[in-house]
């Protein structure tokens, strides 16, 4: 810079100055991200293997879509005991979930083609992403808030039966 001028450095100074000022973050206008809700898409009810009795009926969100699978309940920060999400497969075969980007804790119901439970994993810590596999078959899995799954309990040869709306565009 000592080829420049006095005048022509002061030039320089200011408008560095001044895009230094602009570039600082205004606290007041910081965009705070938008919470997702629960989208109800659908109703599940889950039945006693042995005798067809109604043990819970939830509201549910469905994961089918690549995208909506690969989200399932991720930033969430809060979730009713009647909600869940149903993950709907088109095939059967061993699964692993995970709880990255999760934040509240969960109870993961397997089941088989048949609708019928297969196995479970029962309070998944929330961010964790320790694999939580099916070890067994399976064509769903249903996320409920954790500690459901012994307060309804649920038991391998349970019954779930779900329907979703149908969405009008």
């Known amino acids: 810079m000592a ?22 973050e205004d606290k007041k206008t910081r965009v705070k991200p938008a919470e997702i809700t629960f989208q ?5 009810s889950l039945y006693k293997g042995t005798n067809d009795s ?8 469905v994961a089918k879509s690549e995208y909506d699978i690969q989200t399932g309940l991720m930033y969430r920060n809060s979730m009713k005991e009647n909600q869940g999400m149903l993950f709907v497969f088109p095939e059967i075969t061993e699964r ?12 993961l119901v397997f089941l088989d083609h048949n609708k019928t439970i297969v ?10 992403e320790t694999s939580l596999p099916s070890n067994a078959m399976a064509q769903f899995v249903l996320e409920i808030n954790a500690g ?7 038991e391998v040869g349970d019954k ?10």
Do not use: H
């Open 54 to 61: 109604l043990i819970a009926k939830i509201d549910i969100e």
């Open 160 to 169: 779930m039966d779900y329907f979703e709306y149908k969405i009008v565009e």
């Open 3 to 24: 080829f420049l001028n006095y005048s022509t450095k002061i030039g320089i100074i200011i408008v560095l100055f001044i895009t230094a000022i602009s570039c600082k």
């Open 148 to 154: 459901l799954s012994e307060k309804w309990q649920l």
């Open 40 to 44: 109800k898409e659908g109703e599940l």
């Open 119 to 128: 196995s479970f994993q029962e309070n998944a810590k929330p961010l964790d």
């Open 96 to 107: 692993s979930f995970y709880m990255k980007n999760t934040r509240i804790p969960l109870d």
